[in-house]
C-alpha cells in the first residue's frame, strides 16, 4: 500500500468538544502538496453517529479542503463513542478520467492510501466518564449534564419570554384582589405549576431548535458540496473541449492547401500569358 500522499490534519485525533448529544463540529483538514490530481473519500467506524460534509470530492494540486464532522444528536454509550474511528482513503486521479464514481468502482485495492484518525471527547467540566463507574452511572451523569445544559440555554434564550410571563401572573393577581376574589390563595400553587410547565416547554423548544439548527447546517453544507462538485464537473468538461479544440482546425487548413496553392499557380500563369500576348 502506498504512502498517503494529503497532509491531514489534525494528524491521529479528531477532538470532539462539548457533550457528544449536542453535536459540536469538529473540522479535518486535507491539503494536496503534490502535483497530481487525488481523489478521497472519508470513512467511520460509526457512519449513522456523524454527519461528514463533504465525505468525498477532488483535490487539484496545491489545493486544500476542510471537512465538517458533526455528532448527530443521538444517545451514545460513553464506552462506544471512544471506540469510534475515521478513515481518509485517497487515489491519485487516473489521466482522462472524468467519472469518479466509476474511477472508485474500477482502483484497485493496492493503489488506495488510507490514514485513520481515533476520536476523542473532551467532556465539560474535566469529568472523564471512563473512570465514572458502570454504564448506568456514566448514563445519569449524562442525562443530568444534558438537563443542566438545556436549562442554562433556557436561562439565556427565553430572559424575556420568563419576564413576559412573571409580569402577566402579577397583573392576573392584581385583578383577582381588585374583583374581591377569595380563590387567590388557592390560585397560588396553580401559578408555580404553570410556571415550571412553561420552562419545560421553553426547555423542550430550545432543544428542537438546536435540532432544527443541525439539519439546517447539514443541508447548507451538503448543497455546497454539490455545488463544487458542478464547478469541478463545469471546469473537467471545459479542460477535455480546450485540449481537442485545436484538431479540426488543422485537418481544414491542410485540406485546404492544395486549392490554395493551384489559385495561385493559375494565376502566375496568368500574368505570364499576358505579357506574351501584350
Sequence with gaps: MPNQVLTIEPQNELKFKGLFELGYTTYMRLTNPSE????FKIKTTA????????????????????????????????????????????????EGKTNIDQVWKEIS???????????????????????????????????????????????????DAVEGLIQNEAKRKDDDLTSGSLSAKTTNFPK???????????????????????????????????????????????????????????TEQIALMPWIATAIGMALLGIIIGKFIM
Design 192 to 250: 408555580s405549576e404553570n410556571l415550571e410547565s412553561d420552562l419545560q416547554k421553553a426547555t423542550n423548544e430550545v432543544i428542537h431548535l438546536r435540532e432544527e439548527e443541525s439539519k439546517l447546517r447539514h443541508e447548507n453544507l451538503r448543497l455546497k458540496e454539490e455545488l463544487l462538485r458542478l464547478h469541478q464537473s463545469v471546469g473537467g468538461e471545459g479542460r477535455v473541449a480546450r485540449r481537442h479544440s485545436y484538431g479540426p482546425e488543422k
Design 109 to 159: 485495492p493496492d493503489q488506495l492510501m488510507d490514514y485513520k484518525l481515533k476520536c476523542v471527547f473532551e467532556t465539560p467540566r474535566g469529568t472523564n466518564l471512563n473512570d465514572a463507574g458502570d454504564t448506568a452511572a456514566q448514563n445519569e451523569v449524562n442525562k443530568k449534564r444534558v438537563a443542566v445544559s438545556a436549562a442554562d440555554d433556557v436561562k439565556s434564550l427565553t430572559k
Design 47 to 94: 457512519p449513522k453517529k456523524y454527519c461528514v460534509r463533504p465525505n468525498s470530492g477532488v483535490l487539484e494540486p496545491n489545493s486544500k479542503v476542510d471537512i465538517a464532522i458533526t455528532p448527530q444528536p443521538v444517545h451514545v454509550d460513553p464506552n462506544e463513542k471512544h471506540k469510534h474511528k475515521f478513515m481518509v482513503q485517497s487515489v491519485i486521479a487516473p
Design 36 to 39: 497530481h490530481t487525488v481523489l
